[in-house]
């Protein structure tokens, strides 16, 4: 009961049954509980709409930065992604340069044999061909001694 109604009912209690004072503070008590009733009632209604619209506002605060901070939790997991890729990548890249240096190595040492088989190749047929008439005239004299001796077998490189 707020101090209106208290004063209201204190001059009830003193006053004279049914007297002057009695008869018009009893209806102005009520007429005036009524308005401070109906002041109080709008200043709450207000007050909660301030509080409402402050519960809205820290809602949609507190829900951009849960967004926030699950943007910054996947940014931070695609950061180690990208950083253990990358290492995966460097281990990768390390081990084929390896292997490539490996394989240059050996590609090196293939093309010398390559090189050495073809010039012994051509070494070989300049002796067959220098050996060639040296060989026509031995068949020739073996076969004036043996006329059936066969016929040496042919020599072809080329295969």
Request: aromatic share 4%.
């Given at each position: 009961?707020?101090w ?16 002057d ?7 102005l008590?009520v ?8 002041i ?7 007050q ?5 619209e402050?519960?809205?506002?820290k809602a949609?605060?507190?829900?951009r930065?849960?967004?926030a901070?699950?943007?910054?939790i ?9 950083d ?5 990548l ?5 081990h ?7 394989l240059?190595g050996q590609?090196?040492?293939l093309?010398?044999r390559v ?12 002796a067959?061909?220098s050996?060639?008439?040296w ?16 016929d040496p077998?042919?020599?072809?490189l080329?295969?």
């Amino acid at each position: 009961m707020n101090w209106v109604g208290v004063t209201a009912l204190r001059a009830l209690s003193t006053a004279a049954p049914w007297s002057d004072a009695a008869i018009i503070a009893a209806p102005l008590a009520v007429v005036l509980a009524a308005i401070v009733g109906g002041i109080v009632s709008v200043v709450v209604r207000r007050q909660n709409k301030a509080v409402d619209e402050a519960t809205v506002h820290k809602a949609v605060a507190e829900s951009r930065k849960a967004a926030a901070e699950t943007t910054a939790i996947e940014v931070t997991i695609a950061r180690g992604l990208l950083d253990e890729v990358r290492g995966m990548l460097d281990t990768q890249r390390a081990h084929y340069e390896s292997r490539l240096g490996d394989l240059t190595g050996q590609l090196k040492g293939l093309n010398e044999r390559v090189s050495s088989n073809e010039e012994q190749q051509r070494k070989l047929r300049a002796a067959f061909a220098s050996h060639a008439t040296w060989d026509g005239d031995a068949i020739a004299a073996l076969r004036s001694a043996h006329p059936d001796w066969p016929d040496p077998p042919p020599i072809d490189l080329d295969d």
